[in-house]
């Protein structure tokens, strides 16, 4: 019986590290010493709301998200802020998200928030659709929101043969991830 409860204790703990591009999220459980899953999925406070627009460059935004329900296991966890943007072609939902650079790493997910700049270098489009996803114990994605690009990256996107906004992605498949 024990070492049932051992392998699948191993395959839920595996499995936790899968990362899911559909809106269905798979939680990274933590184990407690009874063997216990413990899982904390915060509701994003802010942004909220498909009305916000931030703009790239060097101006600092904020992400805050409930801490009152936080499992006392995980109350010195910390997580990361990672950008991504929705699209839904031909049925296949993606987030886009860029994990190679998040936005924001390192913070206490029991501190609530946390501040970052939407570096321009990053050469972002203009898009409607850009989403923050904090990642800690669980995956939570914010409300799209709207990111203008700055004018230079403006311009550099309208100047971009392939027809893909600027999205640096010149595999039309629709699977794949481009780079943000």
């Known amino acids: 019986m024990k070492s049932i409860i051992a392998s699948i204790s191993i395959f839920l703990v595996a499995a936790s590290h899968v990362v899911s591009s559909s809106p269905i999220r798979i939680a ?3 184990l407690t010493k009874d063997s216990e899953l413990v899982a904390f999925s915060p509701t994003i406070i802010y942004p909220k709301g498909h009305d916000i627009v931030w703009e790239a ?4 935004y904020n992400m805050t998200w409930e801490t009152d329900n936080i499992p006392e296991e995980l109350k010195n966890s910390t997580g990361s802020v990672l950008l991504g943007w929705l699209d839904n072609q031909e049925g296949k939902y993606n987030e886009h998200l860029d994990s190679d ?9 029991a501190d609530g928030f946390t501040s970052f700049t939407i570096d321009s270098s990053r050469n972002l489009p203009t ?10 114990d669980s995956g939570n994605i914010s409300d799209p929101l709207t990111i203008v690009a700055t004018q230079d990256q403006e311009q550099d996107n309208s100047n971009d043969d392939d027809g893909d906004n600027g999205d640096n992605n010149d595999n039309d498949d629709s699977d794949s991830n481009s780079v943000l």
């Open 28 to 30: 990274r459980a933590s």
């Open 57 to 60: 460059g060097t101006t600092t």
């Open 101 to 109: 650079y998040p936005l924001s790493s390192g913070f206490m997910l």
């Open 127 to 136: 898009r409607d659709s850009y989403v923050l996803c904090l990642m800690g």
